[in-house]
């Protein structure tokens, strides 16, 4: 069962297109971190976001946490081919280090 | 070590066997965690240590899976009687995550395919 649902699942874009992933649940987390995984390896964490409301910018990605805590969005900027990879969300429920992901979005930019 | 390390990469196995699939987390990290990913799939959550402890074993799938982690270092996760549908990539993750705190990142090794025939 996935606490943690994403949109889309695949996304194939040009290089310099934008693109916008969406993580959703019916939970409420006390905070909730963005991964990329690629092919052979572990998830890389890109950001945590801990506070409702919350927007924070790395370099052309911008992540927001929903103001109820129970969503959040990545929104990537004139993508590159550098950015292709799995998008995961992973939400911790209840301050107890415990890590729900989500079903992962595959992202192909496409030079 | 520099990062999390499992072993082995690969295993193939077949139906009935016994596996062992071993992390080496990294040092000083207090927190451990086991996952499942299926191909497509994000991680399914299987166990997370506090030390020596299971703080939650809650995402074992049955009693045929369990893990260990005797000296709040290194963890074992076994498989009794394995199922073609155990087959997965297994990956093991550590945090610096005293007790008390949360969020913190979770660092991932690369993790173990196993493979059932």
């Known amino acids: 069962t996935q606490l943690l649902e994403q949109s889309p699942q695949f996304l194939s874009i040009q290089e310099g297109e934008n693109l916008t992933v969406y993580c959703n649940s019916s939970?409420?987390?006390?905070?909730l971190q963005w991964y990329r995984q690629e092919p052979g390896e572990g998830p890389v964490l890109l950001v945590t976001?801990?506070?409702?409301?919350e927007v924070k910018k790395l370099k052309r990605l911008t992540f927001q946490f929903g103001d109820a805590r129970k969503d959040s969005s990545l929104h990537i900027t004139a993508a590159q081919p550098g950015d292709t990879g799995l998008y995961l969300c992973?939400?911790?429920?209840?301050?107890?280090?415990?890590?729900?992901f989500g079903s992962g979005t595959k992202l192909n930019v496409k030079p | 070590g520099a990062g999390v390390s499992q072993t082995p990469s690969n295993k193939v196995t077949e139906k009935g066997k016994y596996v062992e699939l071993r992390c080496d987390p990294i040092?000083?990290?207090?927190?451990l965690y086991w996952y499942r990913q299926s191909l497509g799939q994000g991680p399914e959550f299987l166990i997370y240590?506090?030390?020596?402890?299971?703080?939650?074993d809650s995402g074992l799938p049955n009693d045929r899976f369990f893990a260990v982690r005797p000296e709040g270092s290194v963890s074992t996760l076994k498989i009794q009687r394995t199922e073609r549908g155990d087959s997965a990539v297994y990956l093991c993750?550590?945090?610096?995550?005293?007790?008390?705190?949360?969020?913190?990142?979770?660092?991932f090794g690369e993790g173990s395919r196993l493979t059932v025939l």
């Open positions: 240590f506090q030390g020596t402890g299971a703080a939650d």
């Open positions: 993750a550590s945090s610096l995550n005293p007790r008390g705190t949360s969020y913190g990142e979770l660092f």
């Open positions: 939970s409420v987390f006390s905070s």
């Open positions: 040092s000083g990290h207090t927190a």
């Open positions: 976001v801990v506070t409702g409301g």
């Open positions: 992973a939400g911790e429920e209840n301050n107890f280090n415990k890590f729900y």
